[in-house]
């Protein structure tokens, strides 16, 4: 059974910080290319970075560059998204999302942690 379980959810102040955690079970932690995805409410679902299965070149949407910073070992199949400088508009649902590095068609998700920032 594969299993994506993220944690470290929470409230934190404008200007905060926070990490996020993505364990994985039930694959080949390996073969996959990992993301963080985030769904503000009423907003549609954001890809937020994405790192490839070989730990090479992250990838970050502009909003967040300079801020998050995502990362992977593959040793303890886990994933992170370390998110400094938070902003009000970075509340929302975190969800992380495995795709097979050759096959898209194999792909999980988490069932998302919420981060809230807020005064």
């Known amino acids: 059974q594969v299993q994506l379980v993220e944690s470290g959810r929470g409230l934190v102040q404008p200007g905060g910080s926070l990490r996020l955690t993505c364990t994985a079970s039930?694959?080949?932690?390996?073969?996959?290319?990992m993301s963080w995805y985030r769904q503000a409410p009423g907003k549609e679902r954001e890809l937020v970075a994405s790192?490839?299965?070989?730990?090479?070149?992250?990838d970050y949407v502009d909003s967040v560059k300079g801020r998050f910073t995502i990362s992977r070992d593959n040793q303890k199949r886990t994933m992170y998204l370390q998110m400094n400088n938070l902003k009000p508009e970075d509340t929302a649902v975190y969800s992380c999302?495995?795709?097979?590095?050759?096959?898209?068609?194999?792909?999980?998700w988490g069932q998302g942690t919420q981060v809230t920032v807020s005064s």
């Open positions: 999302h495995a795709v097979h590095y050759l096959a898209s068609s194999l792909n999980y």
């Open positions: 039930g694959i080949m932690f390996i073969n996959y290319n």
């Open positions: 790192i490839p299965h070989d730990e090479g070149r992250p």
